[in-house]
């Protein structure tokens, strides 16, 4: 019926306040109901708000039928009149609104003022747990006070951008749910999402945060605290996450530095310790050691020209053993301390822990597995209480001939990378391997190994430049993300009003959809273009983005962002299938054919994009867990509850099966790994499971190889995990803790209880 009624009144034209006339937009009164239920319940039957629409429309159709124009203040006294025919409790609080909006447009000259004062009054008065907006970042603190200032901030920059600073056609879209675009509150400002942080070029000579310089580091700990520094840094300069793309390689120098001290000092000692020290000319064995390759040698040959006695070379061995063992010990604090740090310090004013991730796994020299196995035993121990570390989300990098075999070299670390996540959640898995991730591969050179944000966020080709085609110093500009499955309503099956989708329509209007997202990304882009170094001195200033080196004081920033990526979006392909025809992806092999076919287009107009403007256009499978609930709420309040499309609070991930679909994993990974060759700008895929595999590394390893012969890019396994109030054990507890074998749902001690924090 609606469908009908809408093209009845398609050529009905509204009269905004200020004077504009608008096409008549049945979706905008829907969204305007469901706002009045959603001021009242918390929780109610979505066929309400769609009761009321029809009604709404109907008494449009009938009393305007013989007018071409109706004012927006009469559809909002028509939706008042079936409001208070229906819930009078809604009808007051729709009423009191518009009250409250005439007041505010009479009290402010500014246009669009009013929207200010009603979105600042939510973050004043209401909690995170009552206010979406305030629960929109969870690194966030929306009720604390540096976290509400913050949203402040964000409510009246996103309002502000809406109104002054993009044409209003994408504002209409983004209010309207058929696209979103991500960190909009962020628009004003300029800024870029994220960045692969090249903590080389930052580490040679030394760098600045803008309140000092901080010199060249000397060891691992000092290695550590300065790189947990820089993701501060930049964080600042950021609206999205930091990562560090080659965490081992990088590290690596500050392992070999500190053992060059430890055995220094060791051979000092025990030379004077014997009486040696006069005899030698430790000038000499200093060089020796300042000149070593790597930490792992002979020491006895090494020092074979200082060797006069059996006492000299046991004291040699004894030294090198002494120095290692310190190093591996200092490297584990250091690694400890890190992990510690990113998940204490705070950015954006003491309001947000930064978003950070590291890649890893790549580095055979004895320095860098040192590196790798002492992150991983860190990761294992937990934070202070035994908790599970949130930050960084790490990623295990695996590639055949150094990883992932078993006579690789860093195979063991592999295996202990799957013990972690068996219990930690962390390390996450990256393919280098992949079809996709491959070619890009020179030789064993780090800095064209794909690096992965912990988001899922994937930047490696450039079309700007193809020399630079690599991971560190770039980044994500900005993203929008494309509501699949509204499109799919429209064209396909489900509201019964055809019996065969409509592909020929559907392509048309995603197609527009798509057209509309890269006139937004370019008009941001050209926002972010129009800043200068001054306004990023760290992410500028100190070079952390590429090529901002050759930039000069006052110069405009085009000609380096442009290395960076402009991605489109797409959430609830199952959805968006069910739609079209009745099944999703996991299900059948036709319903698999069109995702691909849906996906592949999508991937192909980016490149035509990036192809016509000689940028980086890409494909994003969104990381959109909060935007997948309020597409949904919006379609909801249009179409109603529509079984296997609008009847749950979400929309299904990106092209990822759904979770309530009963599946096995092989069968999970072929559908989903076939998806990430398409979706360049980034991807993840998860594999849940409910079982204890912190003890069983054969099955979890199993698991990873079953993605990686999926062609996955990068990969996830989450399964649960307990916390004993007593012992703070972390892991799977079934009837009995490990460690302190306190049974389920025996009684906590009183004094154990006076002692847990808020978040046990």
């Not at 991983?376 to 570390?389: F, H, K, M, R, S």
């Amino acid at each position: 019926m609606k469908t009908e009624v809408l093209n009845e009144l398609s050529d009905l034209v509204v009269v905004k306040r200020s004077g504009q006339r608008v096409s008549f937009n049945g979706p905008k009164i829907a969204l305007a109901i469901k706002k009045g239920f959603d001021s009242v319940y918390d929780d109610y039957d979505e066929k309400n708000v769609n009761k009321v629409y029809e009604k709404v429309l109907k008494n449009i159709e009938k009393n305007y039928e013989t007018r071409k124009t109706i004012g927006v203040e009469e559809v909002q006294d028509i939706i008042e009149e079936e409001l208070k025919k229906f819930d009078e409790s809604v009808y007051k609080s729709f009423s009191e609104y518009r009250e409250r909006r005439a007041a505010s447009r009479d009290a402010f000259v500014v246009k669009q003022q009013h929207k200010f004062v009603k979105a600042i009054e939510s973050l004043g008065l209401k909690s995170a747990k009552e206010e979406n907006s305030k629960r929109e970042n969870a690194n966030v603190d929306g009720d604390g006070p540096m976290g509400t200032m913050l949203h402040f901030g964000s409510t009246v920059s996103r309002e502000f951008a809406k109104a002054y600073l993009m044409d209003n056609k994408y504002s209409r879209a983004h209010d309207e749910g058929a696209i979103h675009i991500h960190d909009l509150d962020f628009l004003p400002m300029g800024t870029t999402t994220c960045n692969q942080i090249d903590l080389d070029k930052l580490f040679k000579k030394g760098f600045s945060t803008g309140h000092g310089f901080l010199r060249t580091p000397n060891d691992i700990m000092s290695y550590t605290a300065l790189a947990a520094i820089c993701i501060q840094a930049n964080q600042n300069d950021q609206h999205g996450g930091q990562s560090i793309p080659m965490f081992d390689y990088y590290m690596a120098p500050g392992v070999k530095k500190t053992f060059k001290k430890q055995l220094k000092q060791m051979l000092y000692d025990y030379l004077d310790l014997d009486g040696f020290l006069g005899e030698i000319e430790f000038d000499n064995v200093e060089v020796i050691i300042n000149n070593l390759d790597s930490i792992e040698f002979n020491p006895v040959e090494l020092f074979k020209d200082f060797v006069t006695s059996e006492r000299l070379e046991e004291i040699f061995v004894k030294s090198y053993n002494k120095a290692m063992a310190k190093t591996d010990r200092i490297t584990y604090q250091a690694m400890e301390a890190f992990i510690h740090n990113l998940n204490t310090m705070h950015s954006r004013a003491g309001a947000q822990v930064p978003f950070s991730s590291i890649n890893f796994g790549t580095d055979t020299s004895p320095e860098g597995r040192m590196v790798i196995k002492n992150f991983l035993l860190a990761t294992d121990a937990g934070l202070g209480n035994g908790e599970t570390p949130i930050f960084p989300i790490s990623i295990f990098k695996l590639k055949s001939g150094v990883s992932y075999n078993k006579e690789d070299p860093n195979y063991d670390l592999f295996r202990l990378a799957c013990k972690v996540s068996g219990k930690r959640l962390f390390p996450n898995f990256s393919f280098l391997d992949a079809s996709f991730n491959k070619p890009y591969l020179h030789g064993n050179d780090p800095k064209y190994e794909v690096g992965y944000m912990g988001c899922r966020t994937r930047v490696i080709a450039n079309v700007v430049d193809p020399e630079k085609a690599v991971t560190p110093g770039r980044g994500n500009l900005s993203f929008t993300t494309v509501n699949l499955p509204r499109i799919g309503l429209k064209h396909g099956i489900a509201l019964g009003e055809r019996e065969k989708c409509d592909m020929k329509g559907f392509y048309e209007e995603l197609d527009e959809i798509m057209d509309l997202c890269k006139g937004q990304l370019l008009q941001r882009f050209d926002i972010q273009c129009s800043k200068g170094v001054e306004n990023f001195k760290f992410l500028l200033g100190s070079h952390v983005w590429i090529d901002s080196e050759k930039l000069r004081p006052g110069e405009k920033i085009r000609k380096v962002l442009k290395h960076g990526t402009l991605s489109i979006g797409f959430i609830g392909l199952a959805e968006c299938l069910k739609a079209l025809i009745g099944e999703h992806q996991g299900e059948s092999e036709k319903a698999q054919k069109l995702g691909l076919e849906i996906v592949k287009h999508m991937r192909q107009k980016c490149d035509e994009y990036s192809e016509d403007m000689k940028l980086n256009f890409t494909c994003l499978a969104t990381p959109a867990e909060g935007l997948s609930g309020r597409f949904v709420g919006i379609d909801r309040s249009i179409y109603g509850k529509i079984k296997g499309i609008t009847d749950r609070e979400y929309y299904t991930n990106s092209f990822h099966v759904p979770v309530y679909y009963h599946t096995s994993i092989q069968h999970k990974m072929d559908v989903e790994g076939a998806y990430h060759k398409f979706t360049n700008a980034g991807h993840i895929s998860y594999i849940e499971i409910d079982g204890d595999t912190a003890n069983n590394v054969d099955a979890f390893e199993k698991i990873v190889r079953i993605m990686h012969d999926a062609d996955v890019g990068y990969g996830a396994i989450n399964h649960p995990v307990d916390r004993d109030p007593v012992c703070g054990y972390v892991g799977v507890i079934d009837d009995v803790c490990p460690r302190c074998g306190r049974h389920n749902f025996e009684g906590v001690p009183v004094e154990t209880i006076n002692h847990l924090d808020c978040n046990c």
